[in-house]
Structure formats: structure tokens, C-alpha cells
């Protein structure tokens, strides 16, 4: 709420003064875009987000995640964000190595 309240104002919501954060740059105002999958994070994505990137590994999934979205930016008044995938890609020796180092890893969680 603060980061939205930053970008579209230039002030904190409690009226506070400004951080010297540019509203409007060469290409327009700063967007702000959020990775989501769970419940809470998609409805703040569809309430603050101008842009969502999503995870689903489905189309059923990313369907029910979407009008999560889009339900949740109707009812703040926002247009809705635009969508994007998140496709990860990484390369190592092996499955095995990379697998392996992903596991020491402790901002990492996966399923394999």
C-alpha cells in the first residue's frame, strides 16, 4: 500500500512528505509488477499491482489465479494488471548439480 501510495502520489498514506521518488519518468510512471501464486498475494497483486507475474504450471490454475486478480483490482477501482509468465531456466552440469546446489540454498524452495 505505501509503495502504491509512493507512485501515484509522491506521499506516504499517512500524508507524510515525499521520498524524492520520480511519479513520472521518460517512459511514464514507474510500474509496479508482482510475482503471486498463493491466495493473499494474488489479491494484492489485482489490488497494487499494475503488472502480475505468474507461476502456474497449468492452464486451470492460472485460470482461477487470474480472476483472483482481475476480481481483486475490480473491486479496488484499479484497471487490470497485465500478466506475464515467469519461466525459469537453469543450467549446470547436471540435473543432479544444480538440483544439489538449489538445495543449499536457503531462500530456494521447489518441488521436483
Given at each position: 500500500m505505501e509503495l502504491r501510495s509512493l507512485l501515484d502520489t509522491g506521499c506516504m498514506?499517512?500524508?507524510g512528505g515525499r521520498t524524492g521518488l520520480l511519479i513520472e519518468g521518460p517512459a511514464g510512471?514507474?510500474?509496479?509488477?508482482?510475482?503471486?501464486?498463493?491466495?493473499?498475494?494474488?489479491k494484492l497483486a489485482g489490488r497494487y499491482g499494475d503488472g502480475w507475474?505468474?507461476?502456474?504450471?497449468?492452464?486451470?490454475?492460472?485460470?482461477?489465479q487470474h480472476t483472483t486478480v482481475l476480481a481483486a483490482a475490480e473491486a479496488a477501482g484499479r484497471p487490470a494488471p497485465t500478466t506475464?509468465?515467469?519461466?525459469?531456466?537453469?543450467?549446470?552440469?547436471?540435473?543432479a548439480h544444480v538440483l544439489g546446489g538449489l538445495g543449499?540454498?536457503?531462500?530456494?524452495?521447489?518441488?521436483?
Open positions: 498514506p499517512n500524508g510512471p514507474p510500474q509496479v509488477w508482482v510475482a503471486a501464486s498463493a491466495d493473499r498475494s494474488l507475474f505468474h507461476l502456474s504450471n497449468s492452464i486451470e490454475l492460472y485460470e482461477r506475464a509468465r515467469v519461466l525459469l531456466v537453469i543450467l549446470g552440469e547436471s540435473r543449499r540454498s536457503a531462500g530456494v524452495k521447489f518441488n521436483v
